[in-house]
């Protein structure tokens, strides 16, 4: 590298500097020397100045980059001598503000952030490195968004040619205070009482703004591409909360235009014309080419007749779905945002990584043509899983020589291995679609698995099945999800260390934290590391009902399909819902891979009917049941409400989802204890809700279900004689509302009523109807079973059910979509510890609100006591919520708990945010209560204690929709109505 010093020394430290310089350059006038200098010898320069150095030293280094440019590198000694770029100043101008003419006095150096990193090469090398990791990714089969990714890396800063945020730069490197500044360059700058986001817009606005006045066509291969690379420029950063909202590209032009006028607008354009030169310049003298993308062949010019039409041209929108009346609309908004979630990923990605260089290491990745090695460091995996799947296949071998069920189960891990894309396992409960994932996971070499389940008690499942001796016990499982975070060590679960997660070999993780990655800013470059895993859905059928999830879900399985041969990701139920597995994943019906039961045993199914308003021994769901039996209600309240009917009469327990987390915990434990393969069967019954309906590896003698769709009915029937050891006939009861066979379809009963809730009742009456077309009194095997669930979907009544409740499911996603996920949005303000403990005020699985409850004690319906405890005893030291309890924000507005707690809470509890507000304003206090509960601190009351309401209100009855929780004489029932309570 060739270097030039500077001298501006005085008094002995002249001499001193000119014996160090002169040893080391070539002197070139009375105060300069130059010299070609390696990187080591540099360092020794400025280390033997820096001995010499007094008050009087001020010496200056800067780099000859090309003929035309050069590049500050640092000072020794008084810097005052020297400005930003290390140039001796002759001459100084007084302005009152910092306008766009100021573009010809400030210098031609142009940084990219406090790294003082120049520019154009940030550029370049975000560019680069974006469109890089593509090429590791996607291989040679997405040329056209490799390219797109190095455009949108070169576009993604230019408006850091800004003069405003030019200015704030220099300001912020002259004060030093990098480290304050570095955590904040989420495309904050400038956030002051003068200047505020309010009156300039972003860096990333104005990046989207001048890309309307470049020609893109020269350097995409498709004009299609476009609209991804204006996505992605404008959406690398989040966008900051105004009062007045950017809506249109014209929002943007109106601020510019107010500040610089259009002469000041021209320059910005004409400056980012001779920005891209430069960056075309880089990428000419790069030793590899990795995408030949020439702006100098774009026509960069500020076009006023283009402005006009601003005001029709909307800013991209993050995500976009509206009801359709057809599948395929969806399916291309689901393709476009796939392609748009995998551009936006990778070049945020490589623009972290970028940033967190040093300006010398940055200049040497460019100079010696290596940023390919960042890559490396960003997509490099590493681990011995393979072999430890190969050794606990092995074992499986071992203890089952020459074993049917290892061949079979062998031969369909190689036939999964064989699918172009993506891989659907299909295969009944028991039949071992774990152990078929590990054999995939093994032949396809895979060092790290992410294991995505729909729910936490799925995930819960698979670490004790996993973690278990038969497969991984010395294996780093880990799980992770909102609620836990932990990670096999040896047999023991250990806390997962802070900033450490989702760093095991195979980490099991809720669909929700995956999701995350393509619908927030913060967690977006986890999406790298999913396409760049080894990625299991299981019991995937569970998000095609759910509102978001189903089109989110099909996002991530696209933007896996795009990588074809390297896609590495297997889809896996024992119901996988033909219909959105063929219509909305466009998966081919011969990449789903079948495995038949080894299970013998055979099954009677019998509907029974009964009367809803009847909870007594003529109800099936609540009739005293026979030792080991498994009853699965559709709603947590009718397993509660079961469950206290027949607490003294048999020995149960109830799980479900509305337990505080610490209690859930131990609960599930109990139960997989109990009711799991040798299992101590401490309990003879368990009652429970859909909960346990998929993927734990329990089993039972006898089950009752209520009516569902074919996919819970399957699933249900899973934990009947799962390992098949019965000798007789297994009675699987189906409880059938009696109003529903002469309903003709119509929803006419609770049970009708919840499933059409979740867009399945017209599937799972097409599924009854279709099951009494086709079964007889005979006796069925497994197999047989799931060929009539085959036959169920070919069938164009079933189909056409199917088809009528997805598309129902669709239309409700695109409005939560829209109501729900958000733009991901920065909020300017410092991030306290307590705000770690917090709730997001808007979740795609419904908003939540922490809730504290009144501790009852219940034996019967008749004789219960409500205690003078709270249920809830959470503390501001615990490190998470496990002794909290959330409930549905809809539910307490239904319900009417939030306007009793609105017009008392406040009399009851000093403290209560609504403290102060008037009666009058009852809007506000609900509005102030439900804002405050996203944090523990201040819970929404479900009910008050006896000694609360008589000492405070002077009542003696809590409202009548008040909620408690629930302790029966054997175990935590969990929280539950009043009014369930004195229905029953």
Known sequence: MMVTFVSQCEKNALKKTRRVLDAFANRIGDNTWQTVITQDGLDTVKKML???????????????????????????????????????????????????????????????????????????????????????????????????????????????????????????????????????????????????????????????WLCQFIDLAPVLPNKK??????????????????????????????????????????????????????????????????????????????????????????????????????????????????????????????????????????????????????????????SNLTQQIRDCLLGFEQRYPNSERNQAQNATAKELLDVEQVAVLNGPAGCGKTKIALEWAKLSEANKIIWVCPRVQVCEGLYQDLTSNEYLPSGKVEICTGEFKYVNNQGESELTPQGQEFSGDIVLTTIDQVINSITTHTNVTAFTDFLNSHIVFDEFHEYIPMPAFNLLFAELVQAKKLMSSSANTLLVSATPNYSFIESILEIDKQDIKSIPSFNPSHYQINFELFDESQQNETNPLFKTQPKNTIVISNTATLAQQAFIQNQAAENAIVFHGKFKTKDKLAIFNKVYESFKAGG???????????????????????????????????????????FGQSQIVNQYTVAVPSVIPESNGKITCNCARFLNGNNSYLSAYAWYVFLQNHISEQSLTINEIYQLYERFYQSSQGLAAVEQDLLAALKESAKVIAAKLHDPIRFIKKQK???????????????????????????????????????????????????????????????????????????????????GITAKNIGLRKQVLEGAAVEPQHPIYLSYTPSDLLTKLGENEGDESAIYYLKGTKQVIGAMPINKIIQS
Not at 870 to 883: G, L, P, R, T
Request: aromatic share 8%.
């Open 50 to 208: 820096r001995k010499t150095a007094s008050r009087s030293t001020a010496v200056s280094c800067h780099w000859i980059r090309t003929r035309a440019r050069s590049q500050f590198l640092w000072v020794v000694g008084n810097k005052s001598k020297f400005n930003l770029e290390g140039v001796v100043p002759v001459n100084y101008t007084i302005v009152n503000d910092v306008k766009m003419d100021e573009t010809k006095i400030m210098s031609e150096v142009v940084y990219a952030n406090t790294q003082k990193q120049l520019l154009s090469e940030h550029l370049f090398a975000v560019g680069t490195l974006a469109a890089l990791i593509i090429e590791q990714l996607f291989g040679s089969n997405q040329p056209g968004l490799k390219q797109a990714a190095f455009v949108s890396g070169c576009l993604h800063d230019i408006g850091k040619l800004d003069p405003e945020y030019r200015a704030w730069l220099e300001k912020a490197i002259n004060k030093n205070k990098k480290q304050g500044i570095e955590t904040q360059e989420d495309g904050l700058h400038i956030d002051t009482a003068k200047f505020s986001f309010e009156k300039h817009p972003r860096h990333n606005e104005i990046s989207l």
């Open 225 to 382: 591409l476009i609209p991804y690379v204006e996505h992605t420029v404008y959406w690398h950063h989040a966008k900051p909360i105004r009062k007045d909202e950017y809506v249109k590209i014209n929002d943007v032009h109106r601020k510019l235009n107010a500040i610089y006028k259009e002469k000041g607008m021209q320059e910005l354009v004409e400056h980012t014309k001779h920005l891209l030169n430069e960056v075309v310049e880089i990428n000419n003298n790069y030793a590899h080419t990795i995408v030949n993308a020439d702006f100098t062949k774009s026509t960069i010019k500020y076009d006023e007749d283009l402005t006009s039409g601003f005001r029709n041209t909307d800013l991209p929108y993050y995500k976009q779905y509206v009801c359709e009346e057809s599948f395929q609309p969806y399916i291309k908004d689901i393709n476009l945002n796939a392609k748009a979630n995998i551009l936006r990923a990778c070049v945020i990605s490589a623009d972290r990584q970028i940033s967190a260089l040093s300006v010398q290491d940055l200049s040497n990745y460019i100079a010696t043509s290596t940023l390919d090695l960042l890559v490396e460091k960003t997509l490099q995996q590493q």
């Open 680 to 722: 101590t069967k401490e309990f003879d019954v368990l009652r429970s809700g859909p909960i346990v309906q998929a993927a734990l590896n329990i089993t039972c003698s006898h089950m009752t279900s209520e009516f569902t769709l074919a996919e819970n009915f399957l699933q249900r029937l899973g934990r009947l004689d799962r």
């Open 833 to 915: 510890a307590s705000d770690k403990k917090k709730l997001k005020k808007s979740s795609l699985r419904g908003d939540s609100r922490f809730v504290q409850m009144v501790v009852m004690d219940i034996e019967t319906f008749d004789n219960f006591t409500i205690t003078d405890d709270y249920a809830i005893d959470w503390q501001e030291s615990d490190c998470d919520f496990a002794n909290c309890y959330t409930e549905s924000l809809n539910l307490l507005r239904n319900t009417g708990i939030i306007d009793y707690a609105a017009k008392k809470h406040h009399q009851i509890d000093e403290t209560s945010p609504s403290k």
